[in-house]
């Protein structure tokens, strides 16, 4: 989830390949707390793989108008695993959008029909770092054999030249250590969500997910600092504390709050499985 404007959202929806539905939507919030959400229409995703398969997160290009990067959970199979370069086609539905880029990303733990667990990118926000020069943060949420942890690595973006850029320390990244109140290691993700706030803070959502039906359980907590044009451009914070406790809900959505809301920090939504989902203001 990531802002739109001062009470708008846009979301991506984690819809796999063969199925049918739309992968963006947008969360208008209003003064009496009444949430609309429209379906956002793209008619072409410009990639051989076809449409957006299990979109995982999203992040507004600053100093662009209405312009987002989204990315998908990783490859499957040998396919998919893409970052999408996306504009918002007016602010009224409704709603479209296109596709101004599709980039490709590294496979760095392939994962597929024999082996389902490799690749997870589930948390992004990305920084000016020069003219046209996107810093992008990509967070693996961790929880898994091929990831016990929870990862962030970086990347450059020039949106002019259309072209991705890695470094070996970006491509290794730093693991992050969330709050250790985790009920088991075999159901805890560490990164479901991250956020970046207006003094360069990144947050993040820790999430317990035991079944379809729960229980779930989520924290929100501080994963680190940015700092552009240092080396490495993220420090991460050292046991950190939970923020917000939120008992009974898998929230794998997290961003700034909206001014509907003036008492709030921030903002989440969550994928409760077979339970639906929820927006909710934090403090």
């Excluded at 596709?99 to 926000?125: H, N, S, T, V």
């Excluded at 016990?148 to 491509?171: H, K, Y």
């Excluded at 914070?237 to 909206?258: D, F, Q, Y």
Aim: hydrophobic share 35%; aromatic share 8%.
């Amino acid at each position: 989830m990531a802002k739109i404007n001062d009470t708008n959202y846009i979301v991506v929806h984690d819809i796999k390949a063969h199925r049918n539905g739309h992968r963006l939507s947008v969360i208008e919030t209003t003064s009496e707390a009444n949430l609309e959400i429209f379906p956002v229409t793209v008619s072409d995703w410009k990639h051989a793989d076809g449409r957006a398969s299990d979109l995982e997160s999203i992040c507004r290009i600053p100093g662009k108008n209405n312009e987002f990067l989204a990315a998908e959970s990783g490859h499957w199979d040998g396919k998919f695993g893409r970052l999408f370069h996306i504009r918002l086609e007016g602010l009224a539905p409704p709603y479209s959008a296109s596709i101004i880029k599709a980039y490709d990303l590294p496979e760095f733990d392939a994962k597929g029909p024999d082996d389902p667990f490799g690749d997870e990118f589930e948390g992004m926000e990305c920084v000016m770092d020069g003219e046209n020069q996107l810093l992008v943060f990509l967070a693996e949420r961790g929880g898994s054999p091929a990831y016990p942890a929870g990862l962030v690595r970086w990347f450059n973006v020039n949106t002019a030249n259309q072209t991705i850029t890695w470094t070996s320390d970006g491509e290794r990244g730093v693991p992050v250590d969330p709050p250790g109140i985790m009920d088991s290691a075999l159901t805890h993700r560490d990164i479901s969500a991250m956020y970046l706030d207006g003094n360069n803070q990144l947050w993040g959502v820790s999430a317990e997910d035991a079944g379809d039906s729960g229980p779930f359980n989520s924290y929100l907590y501080q994963i680190g600092s940015i700092e552009p044009g240092s080396n490495p451009p993220f420090q991460p914070i050292r046991s950190p504390v939970a923020h917000s406790i939120m008992s009974g809900l898998k929230t794998e959505a997290l961003a700034g709050p909206s001014a509907e809301v003036p008492a709030s920090r921030f903002s989440i939504s969550t994928e409760d499985e077979c339970l639906g989902g929820v927006w909710r203001s934090l403090k």
